[in-house]
């Protein structure tokens, strides 16, 4: 239903980035400086103009994504209660779902794949919490919300220790890893890139909500995985706190996305759930290939025989 896609047909539609991996590193570059705190300077006409080009490239390859993808949403519902059927049912057949590399990472993974699968992981993380920030201003009372309410979970309710970015932060420095953009996989740069875009431009707010309802949905069969992976090689719980968290809390946190931002906005707008589907099944589709793509160089490295045979 939903194979077929690569994102790299996607990244040769601009001059100044001919192929995918140009095209999102070029991206991600771009997003570390425009999103970090800065000062005025004499330079900012000259940012402005940088600015205004990247914004093409980035609605470029959105439009291009979205103009792939558009034969897999025309028949998505309208109504909330079928179309929630339609999202909760993304756990299980959705893009890149009980993908086998998460049960390698569980049962098999010495640790220096998962060091280098969470480099990855950690050099694609797009900040969960600021991507909620983002995506909330101006959302109708009740979706504002619930995004508030996860918003502040991800603040560790007002507690600096529970704070889940500061708390990956830790996982990453404990393991002595150096996420860096130049040494990720560009489709893991393709996925933060994809939730940066949808959360920092309004006419994507409605994608932005499918995908980071999306994230909700379907992370804790992953994390878990990790979790145990992670004990299983004697990992401190330090390292393994993130995820055990949210093996847990983000199931609740799916529950309450989609009944509280996800149908109140598609019952005051029923047009939106085409939009709140394409941002979700863009999210997974991202994350399927960075989850084929690990398994690729992962298992290379494992079964080297295997692998020089195909």
């Known amino acids: 239903m939903f194979g077929g896609l690569r994102l790299s047909r996607l990244g040769a539609f601009s001059p100044q980035f001919p192929d995918a991996e140009a095209l999102h590193r070029g ?14 300077g004499p330079d900012w006409e000259g940012k402005i103009t ?13 439009e291009a994504f979205r103009a792939e993808i558009a ?9 909330p209660e079928a179309f929630l059927a339609w999202f909760d049912a993304l756990k299980d057949s959705g893009p890149g779902q009980w993908d086998p590399l998460f049960s390698w990472l569980e049962t098999t993974a010495g640790i220096e794949d998962l060091k280098w699968f969470l480099t990855q992981e950690a050099a694609g993380e797009a900040g969960f919490d600021d991507l909620v920030a983002l995506t909330q201003v101006k959302l109708p009372a009740q979706p504002k919300l619930e995004l508030a309410r996860n918003y502040w979970d991800e603040m560790g309710r007002g507690n600096a220790a529970g704070m889940h970015g500061p ?7 404990t393991l002595g890893l150096t996420p860096a953009i130049d040494h990720t996989l560009w ?18 707010v409605y994608q932005s909500v499918g995908a980071l309802g999306a994230v909700e949905l379907t992370a804790p069969t992953r994390v878990v995985c990790v979790e145990a992976g992670l004990k299983r090689v004697g990992a401190p719980i330090e390292t393994r706190k993130y995820f055990a968290l949210h093996a847990q809390l983000d199931i609740e946190h799916s529950k309450a996305w989609n009944a509280e931002a996800i149908a109140p906005l598609v019952r005051e707008r029923p047009d939106c759930a085409r939009h709140i589907a394409e941002g979700a099944i863009m999210r997974l589709i991202c994350g399927e290939q960075c989850f084929e793509t690990y398994r690729a160089h992962l298992w290379a490295h494992a079964h080297p025989l295997v692998y020089a045979a195909e």
């Open 27 to 40: 991206l991600a570059h771009w997003n570390h400086r425009r999103l970090e705190p800065a000062l005025p």
């Open 50 to 62: 940088e600015d205004a080009r990247m914004l093409r490239v980035e609605g470029a390859f959105i």
């Open 71 to 79: 034969p897999l949403v025309a028949g998505v519902p309208s109504e």
């Open 167 to 173: 708390m990956l932060d830790v996982a990453t420095r």
């Open 187 to 204: 489709q893991s740069l393709a996925l933060a890139n994809t939730m940066t875009a949808f959360a920092t431009t309004r006419r994507y």
